[in-house]
């Protein structure tokens, strides 16, 4: 995927100084406006007659599985931002302020503290920090940020050059496909000064000498994480993946640091190698489903099982949801910023990310790097039926028709109505400010539910829905071993709160069920 041009979070339309206040007339005339516009997508939506508009530059091809999956739930393209209830986009800062409550956008603002390179390793070195170990971020090779920290990526690697064989490589921030890499052997053949960083301003990282192979060639995986929500943050992960294939045998021998389709999965790379027969010739005795430079995933992962058995294999799955989990609640404070800040209605938001894992011969995955907008362009038979079912799967999870929309908003109702009359002395209707009033939970991290606002309520019913949408994306975040991660919430938000309301396995009372203990 490409990174692109990483926008800053959008700026907030305010009223100038000298700008007089809107009249209550102007007031009414904009309550009236909205509630005709949602009107119209609600009778859009009976009739079945929806539309959604591409916003953004993107290649034809990379839009076929796209429009494809749009035309099969029956929406029409449109130019029209009237009647648009879909918006497709990679770039959407321009537009995020004036999306209706009732449109949806795959994008949120502030992507690019989680998606270029050099905020990447800041974010996790600030959740590092927050726990005063690197411990929790076993999956993060050593990562120094050039030149800021260029006195302290020397000090480190001379003594680790010193102690084993080592290989750096050198990533600009904002780089995609592979463009720009250097590879070297030790500090000393780079300068501060030098044209590369001054350029680049790369991050320097231990590179895995140690990787995965099959027969020889180095794998890596692109896996699939929809961000379906912020405030709370909701993770999930896609059950299918990318495995992505270099056409030169791996060696960790110095002498091959320049040979990239050795080091290198990306396909825009290899499709440049010429020399393919030695690779074929190589693989056809592999029992592994592979079609070009793309094998089949479940083929890998089931040949694992029988080499490693079920409980490694399971753990690094599980390692994987970790390192998802983690390096989103290293961004959560400013997604939730910038999303609460730029949308009216946080359901109208949602991201899809390319996760590139690298697991090592231990099987212990490591994170490459994240994709803001990863590609969809048709390649492989394999690939694409990855890509096509990994979407039609996203629109099911974040129904991108909106047809849960109004069973969703009856059970908020229905249960809030029902936690008034459990508790009509103790319920607090209004938005908790921090520092005014209690977290809805004890010290023992147990929900007390006379403390609940009608936003925690909407939290519960939002998430319990999106769980039973698609089988397909398997939830990281939040769920059963969500205590693990409270200690990296310091805010004692909504994300906290449904952190807390899955790790006790909290239920909302029922008519059948009024449990009013405390």
Known sequence: GVVGRMQQPPAQSQCAPNQAPLSSAQIEARAQAQAKAKAQAEARAESGCRYFKVVGGYRSDVLKFPKEEFARRGFKETRDD????VYYSRSFRDHITRLRPYQKVNWMPAMAELCRKDFLAKNLDRIASRSGSSSCLPFWPTTFCLPRQFDAFVEYFCSLCEAQPTIIILKPPLAARGERIKM???????????QFIQKNIPIAQQYIMNPQTINGYKITFRYYCAITSVAPLRLHLFDDALVR?????????CSTLDDMYAHLDSV?????????QAFENDWENVDILREGVRCEYNSVIQKWRQSYGNAAVDKMLDDIKYIVTMSCLSVEPELTHWVTKSVKKRSCVFELVGYDILVDSDLKPWLLEVNHTPSLAPETSIGNFVKSSMLRELFELVDIEGRQTAAIEREVENKWALLNTIYPDKIIPKERRPGQQPPPWDVNKKIIPSRLRKTDVQAIVETNFEKNRSPHWQCCFPGPDADRYIPYLLMNNVTKFMAVVESTSFVLPSEQNQDTSI
């Open 82 to 85: 009237s009647i648009v209830d």
């Open 184 to 194: 070297i052997t030790h500090p000393d053949q780079i300068q501060q000064d030098d």
């Open 245 to 253: 294939i270099c056409t030169h045998k791996y060696s960790s021998s």
């Open 268 to 276: 825009d790379i290899n499709k440049h190698n010429h020399d393919m």
